[in-house]
């Protein structure tokens, strides 16, 4: 039992394997007095509350449904796909949502764990929320508040003892026990869930969009990661990979384009291993080829259905809409994904490589798989494959063990790929991880903020190159509504995800329709390039169009 002054819900740290699919209540456990020397699968699904323990229920009459949400979404996109599969199921449990956090009567923060500077955000987000339900206290007005996602996983005895407010903890795999979990809370006792599940992935649960009327939607394709890096949370916090079912993610889609959603990206911590297994017929078919030169830490898998099929079929529901995925792994792009991107009008000829590193040393004790020279071969092999393709990257500053001269590496790698998009951070040690057993954190925290500067400084260069290149061509931009800095334009994305922002005037509509026309929102327009900067062409709109009639006109 976690010790707790208050009565603490420790049975809901754990589903009973009763209430778990077959296969998802094997877990391990870290025998007394071990101190492992590197992560294993014991930490996957580490149970936090002793067999057998009786379990408490909710109070008679205290059943959820019974007020307003307010949701909070911190991190990457997976957190917000995760906020609408949260709000899905509090939604069909008779629960409202309010975007006015004074009247909630639940507050909901969906964590990120990533790196230290994303929790913090939450530690301070729940000093703010201190004060404000010591004013409903004392005006004897109930207010509950949960966190959510990946720091519930990884701190939730730290967040039930350490703040006292917090009356829920849900770990990524627990969303279905949040009505449990609320109705637990509202008779005053903490609650938890945090197991880890081997086949959750919400695929029977249509998540409800927080943003009615959007240009675009995130869909979930599959959860958790086994690469085990060695300086990544995610598989301590998000678990083992397990895909959805094609047949669930494709009606997602459908009801997303019977909504006019005009983008969709799939989304998965490892996105393009996807492995369908749910169609028996499709269990004993061969493992795919690796990218030349990559390799993993587990063996080979075998069976199901692949990436390629799902994005063939996603392309297929609706030729109006863009399909995006991320965040893939370099390893996995056989080439008949490359190809399948190269002939389909409407998947974007942009891809994410994340590289980390351009130092071959460095990306070893990342336990990444490949060497520099491997990268650059996969670099040059997709550009060759899909002519004009958008490339962006996710690279750490200051790794540990990481020299002057492996910095160095890092900047030429980024010279010479050029970039149009980047995600750069410096290095944050994370508990569990097997550099946070096996290596030491020794580069000086000064050092590492000078080297992520260099870092930044060196793509904007590159990405303002890369994307001065578009100077006079046209572009087609879906248009996702007004520009944040100026009400009299617009901003939308090209096919390779950069911001384009221009006028908002009249323009023709390449229907043929006599009338001059104004873009509106999931609106296709195509838009000259009249100059760039690092993160953002501008231009002038030439007519609206639609995705089909521009790839006809090329």
Same mark, same amino acid.
């Given at each position: 039992m976690l010790p707790c002054g208050r009565a603490l819900r420790a049975a809901g740290l754990l589903r009973s394997a009763a209430a778990l699919r077959p296969g998802a209540a094997r877990r391990a456990r870290c025998g007394l007095g071990e101190r492992p020397v590197g992560p294993d699968l014991r930490y996957f699904l580490r149970g936090a509350a002793a067999a057998g323990e009786p379990q408490l229920e909710p109070e008679p009459g205290s059943a959820p449904g019974t007020g307003k949400v307010y949701l909070e979404t911190y991190g990457c996109q997976m957190n917000v796909n995760d906020t609408e599969i949260a709000w899905a199921i509090l939604q069909k449990n008779g629960y409202t949502r309010t975007k006015e956090l004074d009247e909630a009567d639940v507050i909901l923060l969906v964590t990120c764990s990533v790196r230290e500077k994303a929790e913090q955000a939450i530690w301070n987000r729940l000093q703010h929320l201190k004060a404000l339900k010591a004013r409903r206290q004392q005006a004897r007005l109930p207010l509950r508040i949960g966190i959510l996602g990946c720091m519930a996983e990884r701190l939730k005895e730290e967040i039930l003892h350490r703040e006292k407010l917090v009356d829920i903890v849900a770990g990524p795999d627990a969303y279905r026990d949040l009505p449990r979990l609320l109705a637990v809370a509202e008779s005053g006792q903490q609650a938890a869930n945090v197991l880890l599940s081997l086949d959750e992935t919400y695929a029977d649960i249509l998540p409800v969009q927080t943003s009615a009327g959007g240009t675009t939607a995130f869909v979930s394709i599959m959860r958790g990661c086994d690469n085990m890096c060695s300086y990544c949370i995610v598989p301590f916090t998000r678990g083992r990979e397990r895909s959805r079912p094609i047949a669930s993610i494709l009606q997602e889609v459908r009801m997303l384009s019977d909504q006019g959603v005009k983008e969709v990206t799939l989304l998965g911590q490892n996105v393009n291993s996807f492995r369908d297994m749910?169609?028996?017929?499709?269990?004993?078919?061969?493992?795919? =080829? &690796?990218?030349?030169?990559?390799?993993?830490?587990?063996?080979? !898998?075998?069976?199901? @259905?692949?990436?390629a099929h799902l994005l063939d079929q996603v392309s297929r529901i609706d030729p109006e809409m863009r399909i995006r995925f991320t965040s893939p792994h370099p390893k996995?792009?056989?080439?008949? =994904? &490359?190809?399948?991107?190269?002939?389909?009008?409407?998947?974007? !000829?942009?891809?994410? @490589?994340?590289?980390?590193?351009?130092?071959?040393?460095?990306?070893?004790?990342?336990?990444?798989?490949?060497?520099?020279?491997?990268?650059?071969?996969?670099?040059?092999?997709?550009?060759?494959?899909?002519?004009?393709?958008?490339?962006?990257?996710?690279?750490?500053?200051?790794?540990?063990?990481?020299?002057?001269?492996?910095?160095?590496?890092?900047?030429?790698?980024?010279?010479?790929?050029?970039?149009?998009v980047g995600f750069l951070f410096a290095y944050s040690m994370r508990q569990k991880t097997r550099a946070y057993h096996r290596l030491q954190d020794d580069v000086p925290a000064d050092i590492k903020k000078r080297r992520l500067e260099e870092l930044i400084t060196v793509f904007r260069e590159e990405a303002a190159r890369a994307n001065e290149a578009m100077v006079g061509q046209s572009q087609l931009v879906l248009v996702e509504g007004p520009s944040k800095r100026s009400a009299s334009e617009l901003c939308g994305r090209n096919d390779g995800n950069i911001k384009v922002i221009f006028p908002d005037a009249e323009m023709e509509d390449a229907a043929g329709c006599e009338a001059l026309v104004r873009a509106q929102p999931r609106d296709y327009v195509l838009v000259k390039v009249t100059s760039a900067s690092s993160q953002t062409l501008k231009g002038v709109p030439l007519c609206r169009t639609t995705l089909s009639r521009s790839v006809a006109c090329r």
């Open positions: 749910s169609e028996v017929q499709f269990q004993s078919a061969a493992a795919p =080829v &690796l990218s030349r030169g990559f390799s993993t830490v587990y063996k080979a !898998k075998p069976g199901g @259905l692949r990436f996995d792009f056989p080439d008949e =994904v &490359l190809q399948l991107i190269q002939e389909r009008h409407n998947i974007c !000829k942009q891809l994410h @490589l994340p590289a980390q590193s351009g130092s071959t040393r460095v990306l070893e004790a990342m336990r990444r798989g490949y060497t520099r020279e491997a990268y650059l071969e996969l670099v040059h092999h997709v550009r060759e494959s899909i002519p004009g393709v958008s490339l962006s990257s996710d690279f750490i500053a200051g790794f540990c063990g990481e020299t002057e001269e492996d910095h160095q590496q890092t900047v030429s790698l980024l010279r010479e790929v050029r970039y149009n």
